[in-house]
């Protein structure tokens, strides 16, 4: 099945008010259009200089979303056109995308990263760091930044039972601030692997690389 393929049977696939993010690091722009032409509009990529190059070269009405762990120094790079941050582990990142985003004079949607996962690999503040952020003076007097939900990963296990009870524990979380704060409008969790799990959780945003475009490219 080619990517085009692949493309329409995820969109048909996944409910309405679930999108589809692909994930197109280490994949070439050719790849990428493939998948646009197919009506992808939403991709993904987990490194700033890879992801600007890209962005540079493609079309503009792509909306590009940082997965990866994003270091404060980078964001500068690609304050001016990404559109979701996924992967916001802490204030002090939060701060910095503010401070960019101010300076040309956009509003960053950004996503807080919980640690659901066992591997200590894996990036993400708990559940109670959640509250205090969204709480704190200086989230509030950001105007140039605006947290709209909640992203996590599950241990890569194939556990389906465990998967669940992490993909839940965030939902769980998710439905407590969103409650309560009328930004919170995105949960953006399930992969390649588990996403039909996510999806069972109550997942609105999933991220699928390999099952579209096959395995990553390291060379």
Same mark, same amino acid.
């Given at each position: 099945?080619?990517?085009?393929?692949?493309?329409?049977?995820?969109?048909?696939?996944?409910?309405?008010?679930?999108?589809?993010?692909?994930?197109?690091?280490?994949?070439?722009?050719?790849?990428?259009?493939?998948?646009?032409?197919?009506?992808?509009? #939403?991709?993904?990529?987990? *490194?700033?200089? $890879?992801?600007?190059? +890209?962005?540079?070269?493609?079309? @503009?009405?792509? !909306?590009?979303?940082?997965?990866?762990?994003?270091?404060?120094?980078?964001?500068?790079?690609?304050?001016?056109?990404?559109?979701?941050?996924?992967?916001?582990?802490?204030?002090?990142?939060?701060?910095? #995308?503010?401070?960019?985003? *101010?300076?040309? $004079?956009?509003?960053? +949607?950004?996503?807080?990263?919980? @640690?659901?996962? !066992?591997?200590?690999?894996?990036?993400?503040?708990?559940?109670?760091?959640?509250?205090?952020?969204?709480?704190?003076?200086?989230?509030?007097?950001?105007?140039?930044?605006?947290?709209?939900?909640?992203?996590?990963?599950?241990?890569?296990?194939?556990? $389906?039972?465990?998967? +669940?009870?992490?993909?839940?524990?965030?939902?769980?979380?998710?439905?407590?601030?969103?409650?309560?704060?009328?930004?919170?409008?995105?949960?953006?969790?399930?992969?390649?692997?588990?996403?039909?799990?996510?999806?069972?959780?109550?997942?609105?945003?999933?991220?699928?690389?390999?099952?579209?475009?096959? $395995?990553?490219?390291?060379?």
């Amino acid at each position: 099945m080619d990517i085009s393929a692949k493309i329409k049977k995820y969109k048909e696939e996944l409910p309405e008010n679930v999108k589809l993010v692909a994930i197109s690091k280490t994949k070439p722009s050719e790849d990428i259009m493939e998948a646009y032409n197919a009506g992808q509009k #939403i991709f993904g990529e987990n *490194k700033v200089q $890879e992801m600007t190059d +890209k962005w540079e070269e493609l079309p @503009k009405d792509i !909306e590009w979303h940082m997965v990866g762990h994003v270091q404060s120094n980078k964001v500068k790079y690609m304050a001016h056109y990404v559109s979701l941050i996924h992967a916001v582990h802490k204030l002090k990142l939060l701060k910095e #995308i503010d401070k960019r985003a *101010k300076e040309h $004079e956009r509003v960053i +949607k950004c996503l807080l990263q919980v @640690k659901i996962a !066992e591997e200590d690999s894996k990036y993400g503040m708990d559940a109670a760091e959640v509250d205090k952020i969204l709480a704190s003076d200086a989230y509030k007097e950001m105007e140039n930044v605006k947290v709209i939900g909640l992203m996590g990963m599950a241990t890569l296990t194939n556990n $389906e039972e465990q998967i +669940k009870q992490e993909f839940q524990f965030l939902k769980n979380k998710y439905d407590e601030v969103a409650a309560v704060n009328k930004d919170f409008t995105t949960l953006s969790m399930g992969m390649s692997g588990d996403y039909k799990i996510a999806l069972d959780c109550g997942t609105t945003m999933v991220r699928i690389g390999s099952s579209i475009f096959g $395995e990553r490219n390291y060379n």
